[in-house]
């Protein structure tokens, strides 16, 4: 062939760069939707709304679910950060809806945690 066009040939016959520039695409951060732990929201609620909102089984919403009981927080899903903060304020409106003290935040992935 006269004119690859890979990585060990990037000129054409007359001696014509022709390599692309690779694309300037970076992963979007991602970010982590955490429960925490109260004294007062029913676990029953905790794991509902962990099946209703992340989509998970009920068997795993009721790990994530003692997780947080036990170790004060617990990560429900991860996603870009448009759709983290979604995630989070429909969670606590609805939490509230319901008069729990419930709270939903979120963490951006892989930095230090200062807790
Ligand atoms: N600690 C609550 C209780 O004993 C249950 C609970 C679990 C609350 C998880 C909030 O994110 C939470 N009823």
């Known amino acids: 062939m006269s004119n690859q066009n890979d990585n060990d040939n990037w000129q054409d016959d007359n001696g014509t760069a022709t390599q692309e520039a690779p ?34 089984s009920r068997e795993n919403a009721t790990q994530i679910m003692l997780k947080i009981h036990t170790e004060g927080k617990g990560v429900c899903g991860v996603y870009t950060e448009d759709v983290a903060e979604t995630k989070a304020a429909v969670v606590n409106q609805y939490s509230m809806d319901h008069q729990h003290p419930l ?13």
């Open 23 to 56: 694309p300037k695409l970076q992963k979007p951060r991602m970010y982590q939707v955490v429960l925490l732990n109260d004294d007062y929201t029913p676990m029953e609620f905790v794991v509902e709304l962990i099946e209703q909102f992340f989509y998970k």
């Open 103 to 115: 709270l939903c935040q979120i963490e951006p992935c892989n930095d230090e945690e200062e807790s």
